[in-house]
């Protein structure tokens, strides 16, 4: 049985990059969620997250914290699935990047960290666009999984 490894597969490394800028952002995403709904249980309604121009707080802010940190937890999901090389993963990972492009906007704050946030999105997307994540994830998957070889199968 070979040991355990972390690059378990031949990842090209357009995948893995996506795949470690993934693992990053849904990080931040869940560490901001957490704060959010801390904030908001906590504190309640005297202090206040901006979003889309208001302000949200107490049960509010903990709502907008706990889809953030839903948001995370998916981005780590798609990580995972990225590096198994399911085929459906770029497609998820893409879409997930638009989700958070549009939530980030909606901020309606021109700070840095929008600026730094949509440009993580942006390279995420771009990163698994490439032809060599095309590739990658558009080889045929060995049935090593299901244990029936395609030769027992076919008869």
Known sequence: MPAYSFGAKNLPTTIRAARALLF?????????????????????????????????????????????????????????????????????????????????MARADFSISLVLSVLLCVGIAALLVTSSAGEALNRPRESGASGVSSAQSKS
């Not at 849904?26 to 309640?44: E, N």
């Not at 709502?63 to 990580?79: D, K, R």
């Open 24 to 104: 990053l952002e849904a990080g931040v995403l869940v560490l901001s969620g957490a704060f959010a709904v801390l904030i908001g249980l906590l504190l309640g309604s005297s202090n206040a997250i901006p979003f889309a121009g208001t302000s949200v707080s107490g049960q509010a802010a903990a709502g907008l914290g706990l889809l953030y940190a839903v948001l995370g937890i998916l981005a780590a999901y798609f990580g995972v699935e990225l590096g198994r090389l399911t085929r459906w993963s770029r497609t998820a990972v893409v879409a997930l990047q638009a989700v958070l492009i549009v939530l980030f």
